[in-house]
């Protein structure tokens, strides 16, 4: 394992419902992002949290809603999603030092979302 | 606009053979170039780091390329096996956004007996 844990594997919901994927890494990193990837196409950057502050919101739609307690969790929040929302969603977290680039990421094993 | 290109989606290659893949990239000015491994249903594993100023890096059957003037890398495998069957993703990181990591959409390996 990688040390970055990703709760639930598999998740089916309804468009109505409202659920939350998890995220939890062991490796005391300072920074965690979320991704989206989907069939044919490029992972996609979702949220980018440096020291539990979000620094990057990629143009996400409101009905993803990213919440970061602490340095080690990460909570990717969902409500009224739509079919074309159904992927993988990973999680990686990193360790940045000042504003030295990001030299690699770890990444969780994903959660397969699927929306009905 | 800015641009990652796997050019090719899949790549089919004997045992024992040497793998190449190609990453280019278009208005990026990186600070690395990444390479990770991807395995049906998996999350990404990291394998390789190489920075601007830097040609070329090894690890064991592994090797990266960086062209800075052709905006491109090359990531070899030599002495291909099943084993090394796999999505190879190409990424970068801009000094323009440091905090992110920009995926290419992969390549597709397999490696047959």
């Known amino acids: 394992e990688t040390g970055v844990t990703q709760t639930p594997r598999h998740l089916v919901m309804g468009m109505t419902n409202k659920k939350s994927l998890k995220c939890e890494q062991h490796?005391?990193?300072?920074?965690m992002y979320w991704y989206k990837q989907s069939a044919k196409k490029p992972l996609e950057l979702m949220f980018v949290?440096?020291?539990?502050?979000?620094?990057e919101n990629n143009s996400v739609p409101s009905r993803f809603s990213p919440e970061c307690p602490n340095s080690s969790h990460l909570f990717l929040h969902l409500h009224t999603l739509q079919p074309e929302d159904s992927a993988l969603y990973l999680c990686?977290?990193?360790?940045?030092?000042?504003?030295?680039?990001?030299?690699?990421?770890?990444f969780g094993q994903g959660t397969r979302l699927t929306v009905v | 606009s800015q641009k990652i290109e796997q050019n090719s989606e899949a790549l089919n290659i004997q045992e024992g053979k040497t793998a190449t893949l190609t990453c280019n990239y278009t208005?990026?000015?990186?600070?690395?170039l990444q390479w990770y491994r991807q395995d049906p249903g998996r999350g990404p594993v990291f394998l390789l780091l190489?920075?601007?100023?830097?040609k070329e890096k090894r690890k064991e059957r592994l090797k990266v390329t960086f062209d800075t003037t052709l905006k491109q890398s090359l990531f070899h495998i030599t002495a291909s096996q099943p084993a090394d069957s796999a999505t190879y993703l190409c990424?970068?990181?801009?000094?323009?956004?440091?905090?992110?990591?920009?995926f290419g959409s992969g390549t597709r390996l397999s490696i047959r007996p």
């Open positions: 990686a977290s990193s360790q940045r030092t000042g504003a030295v680039p990001v030299t690699e990421a770890f």
């Open positions: 490796l005391g990193h300072n920074a």
């Open positions: 949290y440096n020291f539990k502050e979000q620094t």
């Open positions: 208005n990026y000015s990186p600070a690395y």
């Open positions: 190489i920075r601007e100023n830097e």
């Open positions: 990424a970068l990181v801009a000094y323009s956004s440091a905090s992110k990591i920009i």
